[in-house]
């Protein structure tokens, strides 16, 4: 385990996720012109997020196309 979570691939991943986070502290704390939304950005990395709004949105694609 020690080996994977030391890994080269492992340590990019955590480079991104903490220049991320630094990216929306920096937000919060100076309140910018902000191009991409953070919020919604974060909601993108997240595998459970994407899959629930997926579903829900195949959901009302499908009701749609019943009638």
């Known amino acids: 385990m020690q080996r994977k979570a030391t890994s080269k691939p492992m340590r990019a991943i955590m480079k991104k996720f903490i220049?991320?986070?630094g990216a929306i502290t920096d937000v919060m704390l100076r309140n910018p012109y902000v191009i991409n939304n953070l919020d919604r950005q974060y909601d993108?990395?997240?595998r459970r997020t994407n899959y629930s709004k997926f579903s829900q949105a195949m959901a009302s694609s499908i009701h749609v196309?019943?009638?």
């Open 19 to 21: 220049d991320f986070y």
């Open 44 to 46: 993108l990395l997240d």
């Open 65 to 67: 196309m019943d009638m």
